[in-house]
């Protein structure tokens, strides 16, 4: 079990500081969304952003593409240090050469759809890919809630991991606090990205961070 703090939800003050509770937490990911104002309407960093700071830490660069035509750009994050780079199914229409070009650049693969996208869009792939993310949220909208809805589609790819003997991890994302994080855990998640949780909650980073912990370990 893993918590990825994401990025996007720390300001410019708190970047420097991320390194240092990263370990001294030890956690080993860190989730960084990238947003083209396309596929999503906001903006997020770049290859740029990522090759800049990843002298400063050892931890896997978990990098999500909210962005259309992926196989355009996909090999950049990894020359720029992404470990893992997950694309949305829905933004390509070429699949299975994004997921070649991302191991043939020399990084893991990860899998997403949006919370609308049944699983069976993305099951023919599911035995390719080392991750899958589960959106728990719509991406790119205002007013975001945890989508209870989707908590089915982890028990539905949980299923499918343990019935063909898939290796793919299980990420989820959106709206994960305290709370939703024990749902996604009986549900068959593994790691756990919390941004607005752990960055704009009632208590500094590190003591959210610790809530999140403790709530884990509340789920035998």
């Known amino acids: 079990m893993s918590i990825a703090p994401s990025l996007l939800n720390a300001s410019i003050l708190e970047i420097k500081d991320l390194f240092n509770i990263l370990e001294e937490k030890n956690i080993d990911y860190l989730h960084i969304d990238v947003m083209d104002g396309c596929f999503v309407p906001d903006m997020a960093f770049g290859p740029s952003f990522i090759k800049d700071i990843r002298p400063f830490t050892d931890v896997v660069f978990d990098v999500h593409l909210m962005i259309e035509t ?9 020359e720029a240090g992404a470990d893992i780079v ?4 829905e933004a390509t229409n070429h699949a299975m050469r994004v997921i070649q070009m991302v191991k043939e650049a020399g990084a893991k693969v990860g899998i997403t759809f949006n919370p609308a996208t049944p699983v069976s869009f993305i099951e023919p792939i599911l035995s390719v890919v080392d991750q899958v993310l589960v959106m728990t949220i719509n991406p790119g909208t205002e007013n975001k809630h945890f989508i209870l809805e989707t908590v089915s589609k982890i028990e539905q ?3 499918l991991r343990k019935k063909n003997n898939y290796r793919y991890v299980i990420e989820v994302d959106g709206k994960i606090d305290n709370q939703t994080i024990k749902t996604c855990k009986k549900a068959g998640a593994d790691i756990f990205v919390s941004g607005g949780y752990i960055f704009n909650g009632e208590d500094n980073p590190r003591e959210q961070i610790n809530k999140l912990y403790q709530s884990l370990e509340e789920v035998r």
């Open 70 to 78: 992926p196989e355009k750009i996909v090999k950049k994050f990894v």
């Open 86 to 89: 997950t694309f949305h199914i």
């Open 157 to 159: 790819l949980d299923l």
